[in-house]
């Protein structure tokens, strides 16, 4: 799985330290950056507040509950112990200290339905570089509360907390941090509220559910900074895991409220068939690639979010390749509002959102090679979400209604107004390839028996699929790309009966900076 940005030029390998010593291109994982640095703003919008949750989180109950059992750090393998004795439903309370487990990798936690972990103040399960998982097992509706997880060793793809995704788990104010893999794993209906999700080798969380889809999650009022330190997209190039949050195939999510800050990759990542995302109210600052990747999915809701400085590495990194693809800072790939799919709208909506100061904007892409059975499929194995029976992606009733519609991931029905788009290139440090605005296709190629070959997806994605801009601000030297990458346009051809975007929205070249 994974993105690929375009088809006819893969992600090569990193670019070299020295580049990014000459180009000023830094990331500072795990630390914590209140404000943006250098140079006015003209944004007018009222700033979404910060969730500031790493710096000091709220203290867990000093004293044992009523009728909880209290966890002694003292005792090595107490909270496995205690959770294997007592019935479901038990609260767990766990004594200032550091608590851990025996020292074998697989030793982990498995609770019981509804069981709840507490954390007093200073509480600590420490996975000690040995243990891989912290909380695993298959049981339903549990809490874990004002408790810091660290340390703990889970392989690429898997997590420290809810390690096999079950369902209704609730996460809140908890510090996961200084893992390897991801922080914590997701199943249907979990809530992740108000938790520092730090510095984890691969991401804050990765929200994928082997058997089944995630429905109903909610990820609200967390901070979730400096996460894929262990830079899986160097170890393995073109993989696409890594950033703060990954969604696999999860139908309804509210991602609200979140700081998504100094994580090295894309901050929030929605890869393959997920469904009604509302992703509102959150600052979405300092990723070093995409603060927002919507892939190959359908039906969202991106609104009021703050998004700054973000994709300044990775931009940097493939104009200093000569790339001409608009890398952007929302990145829309093979992703649109479908009717026929249920959910709480039935296009893609991104308004009233402030785009300031980002490595470019917004791209609309599709790749014309991608499509159900196709080997330029990175999503392997996987179909739409319109297609039940995959084998019958194929020759000759691909080429024919409504296969031909429907065997392929289409960028469609997207709305973008009401934005304000700020760019002041003396804050980015760039000259040119970071201010541009994209709908735009690949030239059709592959394989030999594919019905897209050539310009017509470029054509569909450019003028026939309802994509909108309309009603936005924009402040400093913007460009437009449309149909491919080598047609750059100024302010008036894209305006212009050719393209006809951007109708009632306004642009000043010179108020970015």
């Known amino acids: 799985m994974g993105i690929k940005w375009r088809n006819w030029a893969r992600s090569s390998a990193p670019l070299a330290l020295a580049l990014l010593v000459v180009t000023g291109c830094t990331s500072t994982p795990g630390g914590a950056k209140a404000e943006p640095t250098g140079g006015s703003t003209t944004s007018k919008m009222p700033a979404t507040p910060v969730a500031r949750v790493c710096a000091k989180p709220p203290a867990g109950p000093a004293k044992a509950p009523a009728g909880a059992v209290t966890v002694d750090p003292a005792v090595v393998g107490d909270l496995v112990a ?24 697989y030793a982990q936690v498995i609770p019981k339905k509804g069981n709840r972990y507490l954390g007093a103040p200073g509480a600590v399960l420490d996975g000690q570089k040995v243990n891989q998982y912290a909380f695993g097992g298959s049981a ?21 907390v809810n390690h096999d995704s079950a369902d209704g788990w609730v996460i809140e104010h908890a510090r996961i941090q200084d893992n390897s893999g991801a922080g914590m794993m997701a199943g249907a209906r979990q809530q992740v509220r108000a938790n520092c999700l730090r510095n984890n080798g691969q991401y804050g969380m990765n929200a994928y559910k082997p058997d089944g889809r995630i429905t109903g999650l909610v990820l609200e009022d967390n901070e979730i900074v400096g996460n894929n330190t262990g830079d899986w997209e160097r170890k393995r190039e073109g993989c696409g895991c890594t950033g703060g949050v990954k969604f696999w195939a999860v139908n309804g999510a509210d991602v609200r409220g979140n700081w998504v800050h100094d994580n090295r990759g894309t901050g929030l990542w929605a890869d393959t068939n997920n469904n009604d995302f509302r992703i509102e109210d959150n600052v979405l600052e300092a990723n070093d690639g995409a603060a927002l990747i919507y892939e190959t999915s359908y039906n969202a809701v991106i609104r009021d979010n703050t998004i700054r400085q973000n994709n300044w590495v990775e931009g940097r990194k493939q104009a200093g390749r000569g790339d001409n693809f608009p890398f952007a800072t929302i990145y829309l790939s093979e992703s649109g509002g479908e009717p026929r799919i249920r959910a709480r709208t039935d ?27 196709s080997p330029a499929n990175t999503s ?45 290139k003396s804050v980015v440090k760039c000259t040119e390839k970071c201010d541009r605005m994209a709908v735009l296709a690949n030239y059709g190629t592959y394989p030999k028996w594919s019905p897209y070959k050539g310009e017509r997806v470029s054509e569909a994605i450019t003028r026939k ?44 070249r010179r108020a970015g900076g």
């Open 140 to 160: 339903r509706d549990v809490t874990i509360s004002q408790l810091t997880v660290q340390r703990f060793v889970a392989p690429q793809d898997q997590g420290v």
């Open 465 to 508: 699929q309802d994509n909108r801009w309309h009603d936005n601000v924009y402040l400093g030297p913007w460009k437009f790309v449309a149909f491919d990458p080598s047609r750059v346009l100024d302010f008036g051809p894209w305006q212009g009966k050719g393209y006809r975007q951007d109708a009632g929205s306004t642009l000043d």
């Open 347 to 373: 296009k893609i909506e991104i308004y009233r959102n402030v785009l300031e100061n980002n490595w470019s904007g917004i791209t609309l892409w599709e790749n014309a090679d991608r499509f159900c059975n």
């Open 82 to 105: 205690k959770t294997k004795k007592s019935p479901a439903n038990t609260t767990f309370w766990l004594r200032p200290g550091k608590h851990r487990l025996e020292r074998d990798r």
């Open 380 to 424: 392997s194995g996987d179909c739409t979400l319109l297609v039940k029976d995959t084998d019958r992606c194929a020759k000759p009733a691909i080429a024919k209604a409504p296969l031909y519609a429907d065997c392929r991931w289409k960028t469609q029905r997207v709305d973008i107004h009401g934005n304000r788009f700020v760019l002041d």
